[in-house]
């Protein structure tokens, strides 16, 4: 069965500052990869995902996050934080040809200061 | 399209009481799925079907729960008799099949004392 860990429960970060978010996953089969945000008291919302081809991949809102396979990770990236990216973050897998189940991780909080 | 509707949005019950959130998924989408949100143990799959049909249940915590989907656009999660522990969020999802995105309601906020 699949599994994921975000290493940080929480992340405080400055306005402006990088911030990543670690998520590393664990399959024994092809996977696909996701990251979701949750806003205070909403549901969770696709932010990026990886199926296949670049690995490399990108949301509208500058966050982007790179599947590495040798090392079993997607980890999300942005450059430059904002107030408003204070949210949870959940990394998730599924299998590629198995169930369509998504596996999420604990979640990381972000938290950005002004 | 008006997104995942659930219902209620927010509950409280007392102890032993039956409760039944409510979905409705979106027009199209032939997965659904029931998470439960707690800060101990963050979100599980309680169960998941496709095309109306149960595929996995494995995450139903005891007998107390069930779910239901009658037709494609209705599920139902009922828990009898409820106790503390249910307290939690619950979240209904539904999406297009293996690798779509899966589309998540805002939750029924689930306390039970």
Redesign the interface.
């Known amino acids: 069965a699949q599994s994921v860990t975000q290493l940080d429960s929480q992340v405080p970060v400055f306005e402006e500052a990088p911030v990543e978010l670690r998520c590393n996953y664990s399959s024994s089969v092809s996977v696909?990869l996701?990251w979701?945000v949750q806003y205070p008291n909403?549901?969770?919302?696709?932010l990026l995902?990886y199926?296949s081809g670049s690995t490399l991949v990108e949301s509208i809102n500058g966050f982007e996050a790179e599947f590495n396979k040798s090392q079993t990770s997607f980890h999300l990236r942005k450059p430059s934080v904002h107030i408003s990216d204070t949210a949870e973050y959940?990394c998730a897998v599924?299998t590629?040809?198995g169930?369509?189940?998504?596996?999420?991780?604990?979640?990381t909080k972000l938290t950005v200061n002004p | 399209d008006a997104g995942?509707i659930q219902s209620p949005r927010h509950e409280v019950t007392e102890m032993g009481q039956e409760v039944t959130l409510r979905c409705k998924p979106i027009s199209g989408h032939n997965?659904l799925?029931w998470?439960r949100q707690t800060m101990m143990r963050?979100?599980e799959?309680l169960i998941?079907f496709?095309n109306n049909v149960p595929?996995?249940d494995s995450g139903m915590p005891e007998d107390r729960f069930s779910a239901k989907m009658p037709n494609a656009s209705f599920s139902t999660l009922k828990i009898q008799p409820s106790e503390p522990r249910d307290s939690a969020v619950y979240?209904c999802?539904s999406?297009e099949?293996?690798?779509n995105?899966?589309?998540?309601?805002?939750?029924s906020w689930l306390t039970v004392v």
């Open positions: 696909y996701f979701y909403q549901g969770l919302q696709l995902k199926l959940f599924s590629q040809g169930s369509e189940k998504l596996v999420f991780g604990k979640g | 995942v997965s799925f998470y963050g979100l799959l998941y496709n595929i996995d979240f999802a999406g099949g293996r690798g995105t899966i589309y998540f309601g805002e939750g």
